[in-house]
């Protein structure tokens, strides 16, 4: 017998043309033997689907008829069930656990901007379950997903279970230039990234801030530095040939910083001195290459400072004609001069043909 490898696909005879059951590649598995299946129906009142409120706080459950339910059975007879509102958003994925059947709910609860505003995992269904009277995510502060956002629809605070907030801070251009961790919140540090004109991540490290200690302040901070004003042509990092890193250090932040990594684009000419500073090692491969110098746009070379030192690893990646990875080469451990190269031979069907 032939091989099978592809898959069929059975759509429901509607203009909608609905997924009804599809296989997987292999013989065995195509929509005559083990395949998946799909129903479509609308809820009833023993779906016992709790309704929440913006507020995080749900004291009754969808009546019948409110939400669509997508029923899907997988090869193994296992079952997921996910209920949508009348809005499209999904508010239920409960997912059978086992033979008996045992279920697992994760809710999604929505802000009044139609944000995820909490998103309740099954750990946490499961104690308001046992607490019981009207739930609310605050019993379960530390088993659910939440997340804040400010006037501009934009995250500025997230927690996942089991640990501290996550603050985030944005410049007037909508980069995120600050995250904090809990870890990192108990020692005044921050982790930072600068940009380039393209919008284009240009380094990352560590800031060091104990004046702007908190989400707003520091957010009020970044909003009123000169760097950003109507006039600034500063706000952003350009390649330059008068620092160790060849990068300007002209917006925030200018100081205060301990550099963890740089980016580079575009070419190969790092220390911006008219000249590439590194130049591709041919291996001999059958189809390797030819390596293309039309690199603008794509990510050349990375500096990765290691912890602790002021020593540096060197990434430089080059590409062949179809933009596809060519050869990377790299320092190791010793810090030996990008005497590590990885080189792969990529076909026009981007399928990989050779790796050494």
């Given at each position: 017998?032939?091989?099978?490898?592809?898959?069929?696909?059975?759509?429901?005879?509607s203009?909608?043309?609905?997924?009804?059951?599809?296989?997987?590649?292999?013989?065995?598995?195509?929509?005559?033997?083990?395949?998946?299946?799909?129903?479509?129906?609308?809820?009833?009142?023993?779906?016992?689907?709790k309704?929440?409120?913006?507020?995080?706080?749900?004291?009754?459950?969808y009546?019948?008829?409110?939400?669509?339910?997508?029923?899907?059975?997988?090869?193994?007879?296992?079952?997921?069930?996910?209920?949508?509102?009348?809005?499209?958003?999904?508010?239920?994925?409960?997912?059978?656990?086992?033979?008996?059947?045992?279920?697992?709910?994760?809710?999604?609860?929505?802000?009044?901007?139609?944000n995820?505003?909490?998103?309740?995992?099954?750990?946490?269904?499961?104690?308001?379950?046992?607490?019981?009277?009207?739930?609310?995510?605050?019993?379960?502060?530390?088993?659910?997903?939440?997340?804040?956002?400010?006037?501009?629809?934009?995250?500025?605070?997230?927690?996942?279970?089991?640990?501290?907030?996550?603050?985030?801070?944005?410049?007037?251009?909508?980069?995120?230039?600050?995250?904090?961790?809990?870890?990192?919140?108990?020692?005044?540090?921050?982790?930072?990234?600068?940009?380039?004109a393209?919008?284009?991540?240009?380094?990352?490290?560590?800031?060091?801030d104990?004046?702007?200690?908190?989400?707003?302040?520091?957010?009020?901070?970044?909003?009123?530095?000169?760097?950003?004003?109507?006039?600034?042509?500063?706000?952003?990092?350009?390649?330059?040939?008068?620092?160790?890193?060849?990068?300007?250090?002209?917006?925030?932040?200018?100081?205060?910083?301990?550099?963890?990594?740089?980016?580079?684009?575009?070419?190969?000419?790092?220390?911006?001195?008219?000249?590439?500073?590194?130049?591709?090692?041919?291996?001999?491969?059958?189809?390797?290459?030819?390596?293309?110098?039309?690199?603008?746009?794509?990510?050349?070379?990375?500096?990765?400072?290691?912890?602790?030192t002021?020593?540096?690893l060197?990434?430089?990646?080059?590409?062949?004609?179809?933009?596809?990875?060519?050869?990377?080469?790299?320092?190791?451990?010793?810090r030996?001069?990008?005497?590590?190269?990885?080189?792969?031979?990529?076909?026009?069907?981007?399928?990989?043909?050779?790796?050494?």
């Amino acid at each position: 017998m032939m091989p099978s490898p592809g898959y069929n696909r059975g759509v429901e005879e509607s203009p909608l043309q609905r997924l009804l059951k599809q296989g997987s590649a292999g013989n065995g598995f195509q929509t005559d033997e083990h395949y998946k299946t799909v129903n479509y129906r609308a809820s009833v009142s023993g779906d016992n689907v709790k309704k929440w409120a913006a507020d995080g706080s749900s004291g009754s459950t969808y009546s019948a008829n409110e939400l669509q339910v997508t029923e899907g059975t997988d090869e193994g007879s296992a079952v997921t069930l996910v209920f949508t509102d009348k809005l499209g958003r999904v508010v239920l994925k409960r997912q059978q656990a086992t033979a008996t059947p045992t279920w697992l709910d994760t809710y999604y609860i929505y802000d009044l901007l139609g944000n995820i505003a909490w998103v309740v995992p099954p750990k946490a269904v499961a104690k308001l379950s046992s607490i019981g009277g009207t739930w609310n995510v605050s019993s379960v502060p530390n088993l659910v997903f939440y997340y804040v956002y400010d006037y501009k629809n934009r995250i500025i605070e997230k927690k996942v279970p089991g640990a501290d907030v996550i603050y985030i801070i944005y410049d007037p251009l909508d980069r995120v230039v600050l995250v904090q961790s809990g870890n990192l919140r108990s020692s005044d540090k921050w982790l930072y990234s600068k940009y380039d004109a393209s919008g284009r991540v240009i380094t990352e490290g560590v800031y060091t801030d104990a004046t702007h200690t908190t989400r707003s302040g520091m957010q009020s901070y970044v909003d009123g530095l000169s760097c950003y004003g109507s006039s600034s042509t500063t706000y952003y990092e350009a390649r330059t040939t008068g620092t160790s890193s060849y990068y300007t250090n002209s917006c925030f932040p200018v100081s205060g910083t301990e550099e963890r990594l740089y980016y580079y684009y575009d070419d190969y000419d790092t220390n911006n001195d008219g000249s590439a500073d590194f130049a591709y090692s041919s291996q001999g491969l059958s189809g390797e290459g030819p390596v293309t110098d039309k690199t603008r746009g794509l990510p050349t070379a990375i500096n990765k400072r290691i912890i602790g030192t002021s020593n540096w690893l060197r990434t430089v990646s080059f590409y062949d004609k179809r933009l596809n990875p060519l050869q990377v080469q790299s320092d190791n451990q010793l810090r030996a001069l990008l005497q590590d190269h990885t080189t792969t031979v990529i076909d026009f069907a981007g399928r990989l043909n050779i790796k050494k």
